[in-house]
């Protein structure tokens, strides 16, 4: 299995982002995917779930309305499109699927 994570960056606050998951080594369209965050203090959560066929997604309160989760059952990519990015959003943000992880994406985002 591999997750290789892509997109982040330094943005202004206000800004956005728009990350991307490229899977490999599973049947891609059999797993509910997720993007979590990993903060400097190293403590983690979940951002964003989206079920196998993109029917079911879910959000953390503190992004809701400012992002998307989706994904492309063709190309075995999941992206997660990140508006209105605040200061407090700044973290590693990782690509998840059940035991295995990505290596994570660095996003910044000034005040």
């Known amino acids: 299995v591999q997750l290789v994570e892509s997109g982040g960056g330094l943005v202004q606050t206000g800004g956005s982002l728009r990350l991307s998951c490229a899977a490999s080594g599973f049947t891609f369209d059999s797993h509910q995917m997720e993007w979590w965050r990993q903060y400097p203090g190293g403590s983690r959560e979940v951002v964003a779930t989206?079920?196998?066929?993109?029917?079911?997604?879910n959000y953390a309160d503190s992004v809701k309305g400012r992002f998307t989760i989706s994904r492309d059952n063709s190309k075995n990519t999941v992206a997660l499109q990140m508006d209105n990015l605040k200061p407090e959003d700044s973290a590693l943000y990782f690509c998840n699927m059940g035991l295995f992880w990505g290596q994570g994406t660095q996003v910044t985002v000034s005040s």
């Open positions: 989206i079920s196998w066929n993109g029917a079911s997604k």
